[in-house]
């Protein structure tokens, strides 16, 4: 299996900050990652694909880089309608798909 | 914009079987992988499995002995069977549809149903 690894898991942060959430594979998985935001009693959302593509209609203050093993998804001025839990996934294996244990963005 | 929406028992006695029904509107399955993937405070987002509109499974190896997936082209729908359920499976259970571009490789779930949770207990 694929590991994915999300820091932090949990993270407090102001309106109009900058955060940055990591994730880290336990192998080697090219751009085959992806991001998702999860509010309370919602399903998943997709915000990124392929490490970096932002999807139709998600803001350009979202953006992610990365490939190989390390990943970043960063929020670069955090909006009131951005603290949810973002989760990552690795694509690359198509025979087991794992995602991330998520990171919760809170109100500080 | 395609919609998804699962259905099926919420309460689920131990050792039978979970069943859930996933309905497609605003598309076609044909074309597509369609999956099932559940959430759980303890174990996070787990992917279950696909289906394709051939009838193609790919199941999660740590539940391949119980899990069936089936997928009706005629009505636009897939299912999900899981045998022998234990509190273990209690979950919210989410259909969503795997895109995958041919000319990059990348996939990834975009359209996901709104959830349904299952309970499994006496």
């Known amino acids: 299996d694929i590991q994915m690894t999300q820091s932090p898991s949990s993270l407090s942060a102001s309106v109009g900050d900058r955060i940055t959430i990591t994730c880290r594979a336990s192998?080697?998985?090219?751009?085959?990652l992806n991001w998702y935001q999860q509010k309370p009693g919602k399903a998943p959302k997709l915000l990124i694909s392929?490490?970096?593509r932002l999807q139709r209609g998600v803001p350009s203050r979202f953006s992610g880089s990365g490939s190989g093993t390390d990943f970043t998804l960063t929020i670069s001025s955090l909006q009131p309608e951005d603290f949810a839990t973002y989760f990552c996934?690795?694509?690359?294996?198509?025979?087991?798909?794992?995602f991330g244990q998520g990171t919760k963005l809170d109100v500080k | 914009q395609v919609q998804l929406q699962e259905s099926g028992p919420g309460l689920v006695k131990p050792s039978k079987t979970l069943s859930l029904t996933c309905s497609v509107s605003?598309?076609?399955?044909?074309?597509?992988?369609w999956s099932w993937i559940r959430q759980s405070p303890g174990n996070g987002l787990e992917w279950i499995g696909f289906?394709?509109?051939?009838?193609?499974?790919n199941v999660n190896p740590s539940l391949q002995s119980r899990v069936t997936i089936s997928i009706d082209t005629s009505g636009n729908q897939f299912s999900l069977n899981l045998i022998s359920a234990t509190a273990a499976d209690t979950a919210i259970y989410y259909c969503?549809?795997?895109?995958?571009?041919?000319?990059?490789?990348?996939?990834?779930?975009?359209?996901w149903g709104q959830g349904t949770l299952v309970t499994v207990s006496s």
């Open positions: 969503a549809r795997r895109f995958y571009s041919e000319s990059s490789g990348q996939n990834y779930f975009d359209f």
């Open positions: 392929a490490a970096s």
């Open positions: 605003g598309g076609s399955v044909g074309g597509h992988y």
């Open positions: 996934q690795q694509s690359y294996s198509t025979l087991l798909y794992t």
């Open positions: 192998q080697t998985i090219s751009t085959y």
């Open positions: 289906i394709d509109y051939t009838g193609n499974t």
